[in-house]
């Protein structure tokens, strides 16, 4: 790996979590001409063709499943302040100029240079070019500050964008984060949960709340949007709020009685995604997922064994097929299922 440069050596590893990477120069411009096309597969080539690449890059879109925020100041000042108001997220990199960039889940936005008025900051969203860690250019190496490849799969999705922000298509003619009638009540209660475990008090809970409720179509009565926050910060207060972590995961009595017995492996599958995802969020359960499972590791045939006893039981469903243009295969929770508010319930403590 030594003989090599960054990107060849580290194609492989985007590759193992779904992302097409392409050589880049070290003035940060990619390497090839045809860099929108690439793949998967056309990745694992590119390697051989650039071993001694010392820089490396990827396109924020729906198949990479990544969108940015590209801070364009060393002031960490304005880097904190985007991540308030746009959410934090478990990945976060070092420019070689000493500036920001900060990941998220793809969600449909568009790119957009200066979109936050006088704030030195770009959005990455479709067709955007990320310079990847551990890149490196004629001004240093990229790097990261907090997290890696192995919290991709744990990113949030951008919150606070307008609407004008997101590409609408067919298949999701409201922009990406925008919620209808039917799914506003269940949505905001849902995100309040996730969100008073960081909230110092109530205030600051329907401060999110609020800002939440602006992303509805129409948005909640300002008495609704009350009486949601307060149920779920008597959630919080009483200690019974499960969301966001806190070293415990619900499983139903039906988990129990039926997966524990029928497929170990895919109890202990289904409550290691839900130790990191909520409902209405889709995920990936990719095949580099099974070194990270519990005694050492399993072998993928394992892995994949247990995800197929979920899909048939209904647990997880697919969204989209695995595909050397499209990536790796996204899955969801099942539609019918709801937060739970109480009913039958187990908790299992402790760390994945």
């Known amino acids: 790996m030594n003989n090599v440069g960054a990107f060849a050596a580290w194609q492989p590893e985007y590759a193992a979590h779904g992302i097409a990477v392409f050589p880049v120069g ?8 045809s860099y929108a096309k690439v793949g998967i597969a056309g990745s694992r080539e590119l390697a051989h063709r650039f071993p001694d690449a010392v820089a490396l890059g990827f396109l924020t879109d729906k198949r ?3 969108a940015a925020l590209d801070i364009d100041t060393t002031d960490e000042r304005v880097f904190i302040d985007a ?13 070689a100029s000493g500036k920001y960039h900060a990941w998220y889940r793809h969600n449909g936005e568009r790119r957009r240079i200066r979109p936050f008025g006088d704030l030195p900051i770009d959005l990455l969203g479709d067709g955007g070019l990320i310079v990847a860690p551990p890149a490196q250019t004629k001004k240093g190496s990229y790097g990261f500050i907090e997290g890696g490849l192995d919290d991709l799969d744990r990113l949030p999705r951008m919150r ?24 506003r009540n269940d949505s905001l209660w849902a995100y309040c949960m996730r969100q008073a475990r960081h909230c110092d008090d109530f205030d600051a809970l329907m401060d999110v709340a609020k800002m939440r ?16 926050a307060k149920s779920a910060w008597g959630y919080e207060t009483r200690g019974e709020n499960w969301f966001g972590g806190g070293g415990v995961v619900p499983a139903t ?10 497929n170990p492996d895919a109890y202990l ?16 359960v990719a095949n580099a997922m099974a070194e990270k499972m519990p005694g050492g590791g399993w072998s993928r045939k394992r892995l994949a064994a247990a995800r197929e006893h979920l899909i048939a039981k209904g647990r997880i469903e697919l969204v989209r097929r695995h595909g050397i243009v499209r990536g790796a295969a996204e899955y969801q929770w099942p539609r019918s299922a709801k937060p739970r508010r109480g009913g039958c319930l187990v908790s299992i ?4």
């Open 83 to 95: 991540l308030r108001q746009h959410g934090d997220t478990p990945i976060k990199i070092r420019t």
């Open 160 to 183: 606070g964008l307008s609407s004008d922000l997101y590409k609408a298509s067919a298949a999701n003619p409201l922009p990406g984060g925008v919620i209808c009638e039917g799914h």
């Open 253 to 262: 009595f039906a988990d129990v009685d039926e997966l524990m017995d029928e």
């Open 26 to 33: 070290q003035d940060k411009r990619p390497a090839i001409k």
């Open 349 to 352: 403590t402790g760390q994945f």
């Open 269 to 284: 599958l289904l409550h290691k995604l839900k130790r990191y995802h909520f409902q209405g969020e889709t995920f990936f």
């Open 64 to 66: 990479n499943g990544i």
């Open 213 to 228: 409720n602006e992303d509805f179509i129409p948005p909640l009565s300002a008495d609704e949007v009350v009486r949601i």
